[in-house]
């Protein structure tokens, strides 16, 4: 995810199906109830305080473990110039997760910065290198992140390889053109191999931006699985503004979760809390572009986000992750890895937490 980027494009108001957000019983449980803390030590480490809905403060993996949180993902880059988000700040996150009892995704982006369906760099030591030198590279990262993990008693019970990989990753060795999945496919391959052997059980999810449409869902999955590529979990992003109404993505889960046999699960979403904007840094998603006739406030992104977890869950889906709940006000957390401190956060009318570290009192994640 890389919000700023994705603000350029077109957005749809959207009118919600009744059908699918009526609060009746589902007989599917959401067993992986999620959120991407990829920001946290940084906004930790800067002094950010938090604060549950009874307005005390907390530690915020406990906040969001009252809230319903059961697994905790982290983006790690290869080398971001920051120093966060990479192996060494993951290693050390992962400790606290774990402890705190938390199931752990790892989301490889193979970049230095942002990886999304609008680009897919290779990190800086990788740039010139072949694609047979780059699957050697995606096998040793993968193999070596994942055994440090496991080494201090952190193993991941899932990685992701890549990113939204709409068109594929490492561009331009990895990119899907012309229909050929050859080279993607060879790439992460090498993932899942090194992922199985550093730990059999832990999960390979595939990760698209693809629950906007069923026709470029199939085109990808279909693309990979042709070409022998194996994975454990379909990993989808759907955030309202991009990706259509909420009876589309019932239709998209359902028919992964049919066609490939295999589990599903929203590996991003969220929805704005208000209008307003806290920094100098544009919002990624302005507080008037509105889903569902939702408004941006505090029991507005509560509804919606429960709305998108009724339709996963009716579709037969197992997992709804937020994206970036933590992700709130703190100067010197900013957006772009080569200016941490220079840039400001284009989140911080998204995320669950207001200006001031309170947590939204209605957003729950709910099985």
């Known amino acids: 995810m890389k919000p700023s980027l994705r603000a350029v494009l077109a957005v749809v108001v959207l009118a919600a199906p009744l059908a699918l957000t009526a609060p009746a ?8 109830r999620g959120a991407d803390v990829s920001s946290l030590q940084r906004s930790l480490d800067l002094g950010a305080r938090y604060y549950d809905a009874s307005g005390a403060q907390a530690d915020p993996y406990d906040i969001l473990a009252a809230k319903g949180v059961n697994y905790l993902r982290l983006r790690i880059w290869n080398n971001p110039v920051s120093g966060y988000n990479n192996k060494a700040k993951v290693l050390q996150q992962a400790r606290t ?14 970049s230095d910065t942002w990886a999304d369906p609008g680009k897919q760099y290779p990190p800086a030591a990788w740039a010139n290198h072949s694609l047979s030198q780059l699957q050697n590279d995606v096998y040793s990262y993968t193999h070596e992140v994942c055994t440090a993990l496991k080494a201090q008693g952190t193993t991941p019970d899932a990685v992701q390889i890549g990113n939204e990989i709409n068109v594929g990753m490492l561009w331009p060795a990895g990119r899907v053109v012309n229909n050929n999945f050859a ?24 990760h698209t931006a693809n629950a906007d449409s069923m026709a470029n869902a199939r085109w990808f999955y279909d693309g990979i699985r042709a070409q022998g590529v194996t994975w454990d979990v ?31 699960v929203l590996a991003e979403t969220a929805y704005q809390f208000t209008s307003a904007n806290a920094d100098h840094q544009g919002n990624a998603i302005p507080g008037t572009v509105l889903c569902d006739n939702i408004p941006a406030t505090w029991a507005g992104q509560a509804q919606q986000f429960s709305w998108v977890q009724n ?25 772009d890895p080569a200016d941490i401190n220079g840039t400001g956060n284009g989140w911080d009318n998204m995320a669950v937490f207001n200006w001031t570290g309170q947590v939204n009192p209605h957003v729950v994640w709910s099985p």
């Open 234 to 264: 379909t990993a989808l992003s759907y955030y309202c503004m991009w990706h259509g109404s909420l009876a589309n993505l019932y239709n998209v889960v359902a028919d992964l979760r049919s066609r490939y046999g295999k589990p599903v």
């Open 311 to 335: 339709t996963v869950r009716n579709a037969g889906g197992v997992g709804v992750f937020y994206w970036e709940p933590t992700w709130y006000a703190i100067r010197g957390n900013g957006w």
């Open 25 to 32: 019983q589902a007989a599917n449980t959401l067993t992986m």
């Open 183 to 206: 080279p993607l496919a060879s790439l992460l391959k090498q993932g899942y191999r090194a992922t199985k052997d550093c730990n059999s059980g832990t999960q390979v999810w595939i």
């Open 97 to 110: 997760i774990k402890a705190k009892g938390f199931k752990l995704l790892i989301d490889f982006h193979y």
